[in-house]
């Protein structure tokens, strides 16, 4: 548990603020202490925290929503405290969590995903309070310490709750690390949607020498997974790249050269643009395997539906922050994996951005000094747009 004893961070410091977060290890689900910190910090800082643990049993996911301020605009900072495993930590320059920092470069898993750019951002509302004027409108924190994993108990949970608090924001950023290369490379202001499948054949055990005692599900799972890959979903859109299908997964469970399997199953994933829905694609998928087995079993879980906040004041006045600080014109990109961003545009206008991602969920994760602080100083310039 967090100690009241011990000092908290300078907030106007994002490098302090990051590596208090790192030192407490918070491996998904967030087993508290992180949140608990960042919770005090905000505290601090004048923000109202309502600690928001959802879930069954003693093990429930810790999650907060914490805002300064009653007035609109409304705009909402999004994130996670938990992490992925460090993996072998023999293999780790630095540990994983001891947030050292080398050639002004800081080590740690969690370092740029995310807690590098929660600091960032909580630098930089310390930094506009300490100017001393009152921004207009209100600012908040949507935390969860579940994103790396089910999500189930996390940022949907906290939404339903702030729906009903009437705490919903007039705009979010989500801090992912949305840089590929260098600060300024890209906002996400949508992402695909996300489908796995699971298709099940059924069929008759036999010996390969006697095919007509048998019935080999293999080749109706074939013909099943080559009339779905036979032609592309489509050939994207204004702002999606084409949707693709991956097979990721074809398994007979068969060791023997002389046996015909009893069943044969695959699994799938659809990452999908705006043309399309979760419930569509799934009633495609059912329609051909029944085409070609028609007793095959389907099941599927829908990730995530696409969005896409098209942009508006909120995302021009990001643009143009990340502009002033770093020179360079972001590209608004919908690409890459799903992220709690998902279920906030279900709620209200986002957009993501945060450090550079090349190193998230690797050994050795890592993010500049000089990144931080120029994500710090972005999201200042941003706030201080929005809320003139």
Known sequence: MWDDAQALPVATHPVAVAQALIRH????????????????????????????????????????????GTASPHICFAGHTDVVPPGDETLWTHLPFAADIQDDVLYGRGACDMKGGIAAYVAAVARLLAKGTQPAG????????????????????????????????????????????????????GRRGSLNAHIVVQGVQGHVAYPHRADNPVHRLLSVLGALCAQPLDKGSDWFEPSSLQVTSVDVGNTATNVIPAKAEAILNIRFNDLHTGVALT????????????????????????????????????????????????????????????????????????????????????????????????????????LA
Not at 28 to 40: E, H, I, K, S, V
Not at 155 to 175: F, H, R, S
Request: proline residues 7%.
């Open 25 to 68: 290890p918070s491996v998904c689900p967030d087993p508290g202490p992180a949140q608990q910190l960042l919770a005090r910090v905000l505290e601090e800082l004048g923000f109202t925290v309502w600690h928001l643990p959802f879930g069954e049993g003693a093990e429930r996911t810790p999650n907060f929503f914490a805002r300064l």
């Open 138 to 189: 209100s600012l908040s924190f949507l935390i969860t310490g579940d994103e790396e994993g089910p999500a189930t108990y996390g940022t949907q949970k906290v939404l339903e709750w702030m729906a009903q608090e009437n705490q919903i924001p007039d705009y979010c950023v989500v801090g992912e690390p949305t840089n590929p290369k260098a600060m300024g490379d890209m906002v996400k202001i």
């Open 283 to 386: 009633g495609w998928l059912k329609t051909v395997c029944r085409q070609h087995a028609p007793s095959a079993e389907v099941s599927v879980k829908i990730s995530g539906e696409s969005f896409l906040t098209a942009p508006g004041a909120e995302t021009v006045a990001l643009v143009k922050a990340i502009e002033t600080v770093t020179g360079r014109t972001p590209k608004l990109d919908t690409g890459g994996g799903t992220s709690d961003a998902r279920f906030i545009a279900l709620y209200c206008p986002v957009s993501e951005f945060g450090l550079v991602g090349a190193s998230i969920h690797k050994v050795d994760e890592h993010t500049h000094v000089a990144d931080l602080e120029t994500l710090t100083q972005i999201y200042q310039t941003f706030l201080e747009g929005v």
